[in-house]
């Protein structure tokens, strides 16, 4: 079975800082990662996500995330925030090739972004 | 399109009342899923399904049913409702292992 770690639970920054949400997973075979935000009462949309190819990859509203497989990470960064990143994120992993379609979640980082 | 839709958006019961939380997706997507989210613990899968007529159980199954008689609608059902499922429930749908689309979710406060 899988499993996701995010590593930390709340990460506050100020407004134009950088920031970086760590995630690491375990599994046995390829993968597929994503990640997911989830604003205020709302439901879950996707940020960005790696199936193949370039390691570095780019998502919406200015965030990318490096897939590391010698270091099963897949951390998200963005160098400057706003405070309308302020969200709950979410990086969950799939089984590459799986014909179950199941997604894994780690706990969840709250971001929140300070003026 | 419409994505995937949750009704109802919020929903109060008693403990021992049964109900069920409706889901339909207009993207043809083979894969359904159900989710709770609760504060602390990510997104747990209740259960899910890779098509019609065939469903199975995630990590949290207990006290929960579903069917899949349409590629659309994936209904869960809360037989003999508890104050543990007080949750967020949501609905998910993908084609095979790419992405998940998520519904707006379901509030649901068992007293």
């Known amino acids: 079975a899988q499993s996701v770690t995010q590593l930390d639970s709340q990460v506050p920054v100020f407004e134009e800082a950088p920031v970086e949400l760590r995630c690491n997973y375990s599994s046995s075979v390829s993968v597929y990662l994503f990640w997911y935000v989830q604003y205020p009462n709302q439901g879950l949309q996707l940020l960005l996500k790696y199936l193949s190819g370039s390691t570095l990859v780019k998502g919406i509203n200015g965030f990318e995330a490096e897939f590391n497989k010698s270091q099963t990470s897949f951390h998200l960064r963005k160098p400057s925030v706003h405070i309308s990143d302020t969200a709950e994120y979410f990086c969950?992993?799939?089984?590459?090739?799986?014909?179950?379609?199941?997604?894994?979640f780690g706990r969840g980082t709250q971001l929140t972004v300070w003026p | 399109n419409a994505g995937v839709t949750q009704t109802p958006k919020f929903q109060v019961l008693k403990t021992g009342q049964s109900m069920t939380l409706q889901c339909a997706q207009d993207?043809?997507?083979?894969?359904m899923s159900w989710y709770r989210q609760d504060p602390g613990m990510g997104l747990r899968l209740i259960h899910y399904?890779?098509?019609?007529?065939?469903?199975d159980q995630g990590e949290v199954p207990n006290g929960y049913n579903v069917s899949r008689s349409t590629t659309e609608d994936f209904p869960l059902r809360l037989l003999s409702a508890a104050p543990s499922q007080t949750s967020v429930y949501f609905c998910?749908?993908?084609?095979?292992?790419?992405?998940?689309?998520f519904g707006p979710g379901t509030r649901l406060t068992v007293l």
């Open positions: 998910a749908s993908s084609y095979r292992d790419d992405t998940q689309y």
């Open positions: 399904s890779v098509g019609a007529g065939i469903t």
């Open positions: 969950a992993v799939s089984d590459r090739g799986s014909t179950l379609g199941r997604l894994y």
């Open positions: 993207m043809n997507h083979e894969y």
